[in-house]
């Protein structure tokens, strides 16, 4: 909306002083106000594109964190250079709003640091669109560069290049293995009418079909399947986000 007002900016101020209606008449927006409004949407505008583009909730957005902090400290400092050459109050406003707008920023960015700081720069190395090249920017010195670099090369190394050449689709597939409490869980929401909203295949999916032959323990099969019951039960997950 803001935007729109900007681009009609000639016309509404037209509208205003050409209005019979004082009441009108009195919403007048000066020179000044307008140059507050166009530069609050500047410095506002890549937070509403950072925000579209990472909340997103059917792909991953780990390998962008970093480049977003980098492009949006990067429009801090572009906007505050551009507030020490305005002149008038409406200037130093709005130098006062980047910089507690680069306080609140920094203290998010700081939880990227370690122990989080090796998933991130891992996962922006797996980015097809970048690999290697996520850290060539200026953004980074010569000696994080190597360092991030290495690092996604030894997580390789230890987790993954033993697979090289394994057809991971002649792999045996784990046997699911709930305990007594959560096999409970799942009978109790069999036996009530929450069993007529659930997909039969679901059932057979979380170890319905197949209780008998599931006797060992698992504590982190255990977890995940409890979880997603009581989050049903609670009402606040359908059947069909579940069996998404």
């Known amino acids: 909306m803001?935007?729109?007002?900007?681009?009609?900016?000639?016309?509404?101020?037209?509208?205003?002083?050409?209005?019979?209606?004082?009441?009108?008449?009195?919403l007048g927006i000066n020179s000044d106000e307008w140059k507050?409004?166009?530069?609050?949407?500047?410095?506002?505008?890549?937070?509403?594109?950072?925000?579209?583009?990472?909340?997103?909730s059917l792909k991953?957005?780990?390998?962008?964190?970093?480049?977003?902090?980098?492009?949006?400290?990067?429009?801090?400092?572009?906007?505050?250079?551009?507030?020490?050459?305005?002149?008038?109050?409406?200037?130093?406003?709005?130098k006062t709003a980047v910089d507690a707008g680069e306080k609140k920023l920094s203290k998010y960015y700081s939880r990227t640091s370690q122990p989080f700081a090796d998933y991130y720069a891992i996962a922006a190395v797996l980015d097809p669109t970048m690999r290697r090249?996520?850290?060539?920017?200026?953004?980074?010195?010569?000696?994080?560069?190597?360092?991030?670099?290495?690092?996604?090369?030894?997580?390789?190394?230890?987790?993954?290049?033993?697979?090289?050449?394994?057809d991971l689709a002649r792999q045996p597939?784990?046997?699911?293995?709930?305990?007594?409490?959560?096999?409970?869980?799942?009978?109790?929401?069999?036996?009530?009418?929450?069993?007529?909203?659930?997909?039969l295949t679901l059932l057979n999916q979380i170890g319905l079909a197949s209780l008998g032959r599931m006797n060992s323990p698992n504590t982190s099969m255990t977890q995940y399947h409890l979880r997603t019951c009581l989050f049903y039960k609670r009402g606040?997950?359908?059947s069909t986000s579940i069996q998404q």
């Not at 507050?36 to 997103?56: D, G």
């Not at 980074?140 to 190597?146: A, L, R």
């Open 133 to 166: 090249q996520v850290y060539s920017s200026d953004d980074w010195t010569h000696g994080e560069t190597q360092h991030y670099l290495q690092l996604a090369q030894n997580y390789y190394s230890t987790f993954y290049q033993s697979l090289e050449g394994v």
């Open 236 to 238: 606040s997950r359908s």
């Open 60 to 94: 991953p957005t780990i390998h962008l964190a970093w480049r977003v902090y980098n492009g949006l400290f990067n429009d801090i400092d572009q906007m505050r250079t551009q507030m020490n050459a305005a002149s008038g109050d409406w200037g130093a406003m709005i």
């Open 2 to 26: 803001v935007t729109r007002a900007i681009r009609l900016k000639d016309y509404i101020d037209q509208w205003v002083r050409e209005s019979p209606d004082d009441k009108i008449k009195c």
């Open 36 to 56: 507050t409004i166009e530069a609050v949407t500047a410095l506002l505008f890549p937070f509403y594109k950072v925000t579209k583009r990472v909340s997103a």
């Open 173 to 199: 597939v784990p046997t699911i293995v709930i305990d007594e409490e959560v096999r409970g869980l799942i009978l109790t929401i069999y036996e009530t009418n929450i069993y007529r909203t659930l997909n």
